[in-house]
Each structure stands twice: as C-alpha cells, then as structure tokens.
C-alpha cells in the first residue's frame, strides 16, 4: 500500500504553494524563494502555484491567469530551476480536487471555523471590526453570507491535500500558515485511525536553521506582506522602488547619543542588512549613534543596494514573462511529474475509502 511512499524513499519531499495574487515581492523573495535554491540538490523539491486557492476570494479572472504566470514568471527568474524542481499550476492537477471532495468527509466544519485564518477573512469580508468569538453566530445569521463563501471554509482541507497527495516531509511557509500545516497533521492522522492504516506521514514545518528570517515592510510596523501595501516588488522599476524606498516610514532622529532604535529606523537597517556591504552597514549604525545620520543618505544607498538585487531579476522576469512557449512548456512538464505521484496516491486514498471498481 505505501507504494508511493517507497518512490522517494532516496529524498525527502519538500513541497511548498504560494497563492497566485498579485507579485512576489522581497519577503517571498528573501524569506522563500532565495532558500528554496539552496535546497535544491538535497531535496525532491516541488513548489506549485496555488490558483485554486486564490479563487477562495473572487479573484476577477483575468487577473487571476495574469497572476499564474507572473509569479511562474518570477519564480524562474529568481533562479528556481525548472528541471531541478518540480513547478506546477495546482489547478493543472485534477486528483487535487478529487481528493480534496474525499478528504473532506473526515474534516469537522467547527474546527474549520476555529481556524485563525478563516475568522480573519470572514471578519474582512462581513466588515467585522471586533475580535469577538460571535464570528460563527455572526456566518450563520448573516442574510448575504456568500460573501464568506465555503471554499474560505474548506481552504484548510485543500492545503492538506496539497501536501498529503505528494506524501510530504516538509513544508517551508512562514508563522501564519503553521495552524494549516497542523491541522494537515491532524487530518493525516485521522485518515489512518478511522482507515486502520498508516498510509499518511506527518508533514513538518522546515527548519532552515537558524531563527526565521524577518524581512519588514516600508511603513515602520511589521512583516512586508501583499495585504499590508508596504512591500517592495521583484518588478519594481528603479523609480518606483527609490520613490518607494525614499517614502520609508522613519522618525526625528537620534537627539542624543547611542539612543534606542526605534521600530521604522530598525526596519531600515534590516533590510540594509539584507542587501548592503558590511562597511556600509556599519557607517550607518555608527552615524546614527554619534547622531550625524541622515535618513536621506542612508535611505538613497540601500535603494541603491536594493536595485542591485532586483533589477537582474526584473530584466529576467520581463523577457521570461513574454515568451509564453516557455512558460507554457515548464507547466506542462511540472504537470506531468506532479500528476503521476498525485494520481498514484488518489488511487490508493479511493481504495481505502472503498471507492472501489465494480
Ligand atoms: N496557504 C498558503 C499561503 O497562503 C499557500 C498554500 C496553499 C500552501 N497550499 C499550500 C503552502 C501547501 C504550503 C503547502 O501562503
């Protein structure tokens, strides 16, 4: 029965997805795709574009196919290779889909609606302010509630068959996705106690050593992130991320000397960490604790040692993203590697199940 499991016995599996909205922007880039690289020979890496997911909030289609290549596009051009990796589209995997109608048959609809994720978005979508636990009283009573449709509901039950149909090890994503990746252990083990098997392992965070990379936005509060419109994109032209860059949120500046840094400056020097020579780093930390800093300079050199990084990348971004024969060639490939796993363990779940032939 575990004949899937055997295949890839040699490696271990690593599987990630990214929602295709919008671009991928330097925290995907920084805190993803830049470590994916590294794993590259050691792992049976497969990473997927998760387009049935972004369909949980009404995406306008267009944008949405626009998106799917995009950030295909920009995965490439990032460096992740094609032949090394597995890259797929999820909706080209139609076993995802089945699976996801049988998994969940074991999924509880109050555990979905505990879920953190989905009480978020239902509090976007309905316009609720408060952090009130009503949220389930609230869905029900609500009169217009498509606007908090059941694909938002079952979002949980799609990931765990992302990553349970390719028997996954492990599964690089950041702090807000952990409660998704516990929950798929939760479903695995549910399968195999209500089956009586031990078909499906326990999918595990990846540990990449060392403290999660943080990697803030540019409005002085926390993480980049798409929703929170503080991000720089891979995409950016130069005007556009020196505008953005020059508009970074920072404050008076130090009046006396070795004050505290405060939240925005400390944004700043991250991400002065993350591109910047060494000496330059410490020219601006220096210049901040003898108070001669200005946030001008400093703010003008890491736009600088930002577009170092990021404009090869756009130039391989712009020429990959207008040759659709290769894009195209990528997916179907990518497809067909991820089908022949994806299919083997559709089966071997219907056959358990007792969805059997006739
Ligand atoms: N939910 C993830 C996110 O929003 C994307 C995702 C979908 C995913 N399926 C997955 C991540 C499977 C890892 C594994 O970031």
Do not use: W
């Not at 991320?241 to 700043?268: C, H, I, W």
């Amino acid at each position: 029965m575990n004949m899937n499991m055997e295949k890839n016995k040699d490696k271990k599996v690593v599987l990630s997805g990214i929602r295709s909205t919008g671009n991928l922007h330097l925290g995907n880039y920084f805190g993803a795709v830049s470590k994916f690289l590294k794993l590259q020979d050691e792992y049976d890496c497969r990473y997927f574009i998760a387009d049935l997911h972004a369909l949980t909030t009404n995406p306008d289609p267009k944008m949405l196919h626009e998106s799917v290549k995009n950030i295909l596009a920009e995965y490439l051009a990032a460096g992740l290779d094609p032949e090394k990796n597995m890259l797929y589209v999820q909706s080209d995997i139609p076993e995802i889909s089945e699976m996801y109608l049988l998994l969940n048959m074991h999924v509880g609809i109050g555990e979905l609606m505990r879920t953190a994720s989905f009480k978020d978005k239902a509090r976007k979508a309905l316009g609720i302010t408060s952090d009130s636990d009503e949220i389930e009283k609230e869905i029900i009573g609500n009169q217009t509630n498509q606007r908090v449709n059941a694909g938002l509901l079952t979002y949980p039950t799609l990931m765990a068959v992302d990553i349970l149909i390719h028997h996954a090890d492990y599964v690089p994503v950041g702090k807000d996705q952990e409660q998704h990746l516990e929950l798929t252990r939760r479903f695995a083990r549910r399968f195999n106690s209500f089956y009586g098997v031990d078909y499906f392992g326990e999918p595990v965070n990846f540990n990449f050593g060392g403290e999660a990379l943080k990697v803030p936005g540019l409005d002085g509060s926390g993480k980049m992130g798409k929703s929170e419109g503080n991000c720089i994109y891979l995409i950016d032209d130069e005007k556009t991320l020196r505008k953005k860059v020059m508009r970074a949120v920072t404050d008076e500046g130090p009046k006396v000397p070795d004050s505290p840094v405060s939240q925005p400056v400390a944004n700043l020097f991250l991400l002065m960490d993350l591109v910047s020579d060494k000496e330059v780093v410490d020219h601006f930390r220096k210049a901040y604790a003898d108070c001669s800093i200005r946030y001008g300079d400093m703010k003008k050199q890491l736009a600088e040692d930002l577009l170092k990084v990021t404009l090869p990348i756009r130039e391989r971004i712009l020429d990959i993203r207008s040759n659709d024969e290769l894009l195209a060639k990528v997916v179907k490939s990518g497809a067909e590697r991820a089908r022949a796993y994806a299919a083997d363990t559709l089966r071997e779940v219907r056959e358990i199940m007792g969805i059997r032939k006739i």
